[in-house]
Structures are given as structure tokens and as C-alpha cells.
């Protein structure tokens, strides 16, 4: 129905930066909240940032400074600029975002992305 595609991950020394991008697609008539989230082997899935679909934006204290959020309402893409990167920055990152797939729907669903690896080491 509604699929959340994530690229942009990969091996990265600390200090680097690496850009993600989701792109959404599907039965889509309108989507609010995108964001992306992160889950560490042993850990659980935690909020990085998020954006309306006015840009208001909302970040993890852990990545303030570090990490932009942006968003093309237009082609359903979300993206994260990750720069300073450090090592407990290791984790997958997944794409969420919350769809109207039918204009009468009262409320947004929430859909996931598959996630993309992040790995920060030397």
C-alpha cells in the first residue's frame, strides 16, 4: 500500500558525515510527520528527529548540533544529514511517516521503512 524506502547508509570514521534519504511511495494522499528513528543491537528503537509538513522540526538531545532534518512535501522525501558522527552513532536507521492513504481518513497511519545500517568506526 504505502512502502518507506531508505538509501544513504554505510561505513563512516568518526567525525565524517553521511546523508540518509527515504522516499515514500504508493497509495499516498497526504502525509504529516516524517522522521527517522534508530535502533543499537541490544537497544531499542529511539527517535532521532522529525519533521511536519510545515518543518517544524524535533531532535534527540544526543544529535542537537550534529544532525539536520529535512523534507520535499512534493516528492514524499525525507532526509537526515548526520555530520560530527560518532561512534554511539552506530545503529540502524529506519524511516517513518504518518499517511492518509484515502482523503476521508480521520487519522494518519504510521508506516516504516526497512532501515538502513550506520557504522562509526575507525
Known sequence: QVQLVESGGGL??????????????????????????????????????????????????SVKGRFTISRDNAKNTVNLQMNSLK??????????????TMAWQVSYSPFWGQ???????A
Open 12 to 61: 563512516v570514521q568518526p567525525g565524517g558525515s553521511l546523508r540518509l534519504s527515504c522516499a515514500a511511495s504508493g497509495r499516498i494522499f497526504s502525509i504529516n510527520i516524517m522522521g527517522w528513528y534508530r535502533q543499537a543491537p541490544g537497544k531499542e528503537r529511539e527517535l532521532v528527529a522529525e519533521i511536519t509538513r510545515g518543518d517544524g522540526t524535533n531532535y534527540a538531545s
Open 87 to 100: 561512534p554511539e552513532d552506530t545503529a540502524v536507521y529506519f524511516c517513518k511517516a504518518g499517511v492518509k
Open 115 to 121: 532501515g538502513t545500517q550506520v557504522l562509526v568506526s
